[in-house]
């Protein structure tokens, strides 16, 4: 199932051929700061939890790396898919919504976050530099 999303009109257009419009202003926007809040929250609590489960379970710097970068990677290329099965029809944008603003979150977020974890490797990247290849 493809998807594609075009910003200007913030259409969803689903391989069936529908269009399901993304309503923004209908949404109050102490609700969008709400939901902005709870999903940050879900965010740094998802975070959290695999950083502290990681170390009491003695994994080193670089699998807590990846644990991090996979344990809390909900993103739209999932959601949109799940979310068109259960839901037809206009109903799907509010459903759709806290996808839309948890994916942007977490690569802010974790974009960061690679930037701690290289650092704290030393090398300032998340990769293990190469030996030099000879001939």
Request: some cysteine; glycine content about 8%; proline content about 7%.
């Amino acid at each position: 199932m493809s998807t594609t999303i075009t910003a200007s009109t913030l259409k969803w257009r689903v391989s069936r051929g529908r269009s399901l419009p993304i309503v923004w202003h209908q949404i109050p926007p102490m609700m969008l700061l709400t939901l902005a809040a709870i999903l940050a929250l879900l965010l740094a609590g998802a975070l959290l939890t695999v950083v502290f489960t990681s170390r009491a379970l003695g994994f080193d710097s670089a699998d807590e790396a990846a644990l991090v970068f996979c344990g809390s990677q909900k993103s739209i290329v999932s959601g949109v898919p799940i979310a068109t099965a259960l839901v037809a029809g206009p109903a799907i944008g509010p459903i759709l919504l806290p996808i839309m603003l948890y994916h942007p979150m977490q690569l802010v977020v974790c974009t960061w976050i690679v930037r701690f974890f290289g650092q704290r490797s030393g090398t300032g990247t998340l990769a293990t530099p190469c030996p030099a290849r000879n001939g």
